[in-house]
Nanobody, 114 residues
Framework: QVQLVESGGGLVQAGGSLRLSCAASGSILTINDMGWYRQAPGKQSELVAMILGGVITHYADSVQGRFNISRDNAKNTVYLQMNSLKVEDTGVYYC????????WGQGTQVTVSS
């Protein structure tokens, strides 16, 4: 059983920063990819950022240059540093882990006020 525990969400004013963390624990043999998705109110879930194979990073166009994803392999943890936050970044952010199966965190709320 694999568990993903997210933290770091909250309320911030536009232009501010937040750092999300997602720690994976349990029976993990090999982690392939880790990343973050988000779902804004009334919208479909979208990919925000992903680290592929622990090396290659991929970002949604809307966050490119503002967000930075990183991973600590020793801690099985992925981070999302979010800078210059915009109101449209508001949503529930879900951690995603791809190993032998695909795992999801419970979600953490990010609210950006104007």
């Amino acid at each position: 059983q694999v568990q993903l525990v997210e933290s770091g969400g909250g309320l911030v004013q536009a232009g501010g920063s937040l750092r999300l963390s997602c720690a994976a624990s349990g029976s993990i043999l090999t982690i392939n990819d880790m990343g973050w998705y988000r779902q804004a109110p009334g919208k479909q879930s979208e990919l925000v950022a992903m680290i592929l194979g622990g090396v290659i990073t991929h970002y949604a166009d809307s966050v490119q240059g503002r967000f930075n994803i990183s991973r600590d392999n020793a801690k099985n943890t992925v981070y999302l540093q979010m800078n210059s936050l915009k109101v449209e970044d508001t949503g529930v952010y879900y951690c995603n882990l791809v190993a032998n199966y695909v795992y999801w965190g419970q979600g953490t709320q990010v609210t950006v006020s104007s």
